[in-house]
């Protein structure tokens, strides 16, 4: 094999790693740009938020199967930022016991900046707060619980928040979570065969700017 093939070759092969299995969760390198394969699945999420009744949303999906992008991309959205007055990330990961669990949901994006960080609150005071904040910002909030593995939490949450209307969103690699109350569900999974070969292209083939090579897809799976 020629060297400069063989250079090129090899290039290549350490780009693949990153786009085993095919995954589109890292795959846009402008911010505003909507990950290879997301669109309907972005859409389907927000019109669940927007105008599905279900309070409780389950997004499960495999390790780095882009739950977390998805999400990131409708939380962001214009239509979800003006409907929820107040918005939460909670990483469950990091939430050892209930006063943290409660703090994160203080930690809300409509926070004021001169407003009391809510580790420094006093965990007698934490609903208290919790429910200042809700009078005060706005009763219609969403919840979003990162890494989630059963149901406890979320009912706990529930409970804490009864009082006002809003939804909880549950990113969770188990796909057999049980949850007996109202809730939707969105799966992701693993990319169609035209959107696994443009990222393949996307990844692995630059234009000479650096930027990746445009390709084309339509709904035969034909990749241009």
Same mark, same amino acid.
């Given at each position: 094999?020629?060297?400069? %093939?063989? #250079?090129?070759?090899?290039?290549?092969?350490?780009?693949?790693?990153?786009?085993?299995?095919?995954?589109?969760?890292?795959? &846009?390198e402008?911010?505003?740009?909507?990950?290879?394969?997301?669109?309907?699945?972005?859409e389907?999420?927000?019109?669940?938020?927007?105008?599905?009744?279900?309070?409780?949303?389950?997004?499960?999906?495999?390790?780095?199967?882009?739950?977390?992008?998805?999400?990131?991309?409708?939380?962001?959205?214009?239509?979800?930022?003006?409907?929820?007055?107040?918005?939460?990330?909670?990483?469950?990961?990091?939430?050892? &016991?209930?006063?943290?669990?409660?703090r994160?949901v203080?930690?809300?994006?409509?926070?004021e900046?001169?407003?009391?960080?809510?580790?420094?609150?006093?965990?007698?005071?934490?609903?208290?707060?919790?429910?200042?904040?809700?009078?005060?910002?706005?009763?219609?909030?969403?919840? %979003?619980?990162?890494?989630?593995?059963?149901?406890?939490?979320?009912?706990?949450?529930?409970?804490?928040?009864?009082?006002?209307?809003?939804?909880? %969103? &549950?990113l969770?690699?188990?796909?057999?979570?049980?949850?007996?109350?109202?809730?939707?569900?969105?799966?992701?999974?693993?990319?169609?065969?035209?959107?696994?070969?443009?990222?393949?292209?996307?990844v692995?083939?630059?234009?000479?700017?650096?930027?990746?090579?445009?390709?084309?897809?339509?709904?035969? #799976?034909?990749?241009?």
């Open positions: 094999m020629p060297t400069e %093939v063989q #250079n090129y070759h090899q290039e290549v092969m350490e780009r693949l790693p990153a786009i085993l299995p095919f995954t589109p969760h890292s795959h &846009c402008e911010q505003d740009t909507v990950p290879i394969g997301f669109m309907e699945k972005i389907e999420l927000k019109n669940i938020l927007l105008r599905d009744a279900a309070p409780v949303i389950f997004v499960s999906g495999e390790q780095l199967s882009g739950k977390t992008t998805l999400m990131n991309q409708v939380y962001k959205d214009i239509d979800v930022r003006n409907h929820f007055k107040i918005r939460s990330k909670i990483d469950m990961s990091k939430t050892r &016991c209930l006063s943290d669990l409660l994160a203080l930690k809300h994006e409509e926070r900046t001169n407003s009391m960080y809510p580790d420094a609150i006093d965990e007698l005071k934490i609903i208290e707060e919790i429910q200042r904040t809700f009078r005060t910002v706005g009763n219609r909030y969403l919840m %979003v619980m990162d890494d989630v593995d059963d149901t406890s939490s979320l009912h706990v949450l529930r409970h804490v928040l009864g009082g006002w209307e809003g939804k909880i %969103v &549950c969770t690699r188990n796909t057999r979570i049980q949850y007996e109350e109202l809730h939707a569900k969105v799966e992701i999974r693993p990319l169609e065969l035209a959107y696994q070969l443009q990222l393949l292209v996307h692995a083939f630059l234009n000479a700017d650096d930027t990746p090579a445009p390709v084309a897809v339509d709904r035969n #799976n034909d990749v241009q």
